[in-house]
């Protein structure tokens, strides 16, 4: 069955390293999405792309980077976490573009120490 | 602007009592996109209804059903005789032809209580 994969699911990390997540799916949707969920804030969107070697910034992308060299995945990098990115981190995919339905992966809970 | 609201941050009502979960949303567009998800105490994000702005029926998925208004621009969710497995965060969300995101409400926490 199609699905997509976040990893890792939980990492602890310093203050001004640099992280990266993983997204992998195999829906081959072309596009594919991170968000962060915070307490108070619901889902916040920090980069999305819409296929191979297209990105583009979302609401909260100060901080973030995303590369686009495939189909199947869409890399999150912190470059220098601080503390106010300790969060848990969505990626979707979707076939169509943001009207089409998007399905996440099971998150990835991040804690900048 | 687009915005998605969800006034009732927690509810909890007793198990096979009926719940409605309200959202409500603002936007320019006429053509729009509406979204349901799921998002239980493990923490995944399950999908559970798309309906676009000229699908007014009301639509009814098992123990689930929707109620859309555009009079209102409300797009409200039941839960018929509730069970413990609904307990869980939902939201609402909006999407606009044209625009390259999908707005979320804050969402609403939802207590079955046994």
């Known amino acids: 069955d199609a699905e997509i994969t976040q990893s890792p699911r939980h990492k602890i990390t310093e203050t001004g390293r640099q992280v990266t997540l993983a997204c992998h799916q195999t829906?081959?949707?072309?596009?594919m999405f991170w968000y962060r969920q915070d307490l108070g804030h619901g889902l916040r969107l920090i980069h999305y792309s819409y296929g191979v070697q297209d990105t583009n910034k979302g609401e909260v992308s100060d901080g973030y980077s995303v590369s686009r060299s495939n189909t199947e995945d869409l890399p999150l990098t912190l470059e220098s976490a601080a503390s106010s990115q300790t969060s848990v981190y969505f990626c979707?995919?979707?076939?169509?573009?943001?009207?089409?339905?998007?399905?996440f992966g099971p998150g990835t809970r991040l804690t900048v120490l | 602007a687009q915005k998605v609201t969800q006034a009732q941050t927690e509810i909890s009502v007793v198990e096979k009592e009926d719940v409605t979960l309200d959202c409500v949303y603002e936007t320019r567009d006429t053509t729009y996109y509406l979204f349901w998800y799921k998002q239980p105490p493990s923490g995944e994000l399950v999908f559970l209804i798309r309906?676009?702005?000229?699908?007014?029926q009301n639509e009814i998925s098992g123990r689930y059903s929707w109620n859309f208004q555009k009079s209102t621009s409300s797009f409200n969710f039941t839960i018929t005789a509730s069970q413990v497995v609904d307990s869980a965060v939902y939201f609402c969300?909006?999407?606009?032809?044209?625009?390259?995101?999908?707005?979320f409400g804050k969402g609403t926490r939802l207590h079955i209580l046994p």
């Open positions: 969300a909006l999407s606009e032809i044209g625009d390259d995101k999908i707005i």
């Open positions: 979707a995919s979707s076939y169509g573009g943001v009207t089409d339905t998007q399905y």
């Open positions: 829906w081959n949707h072309n596009n």
């Open positions: 309906r676009n702005s000229f699908d007014e």
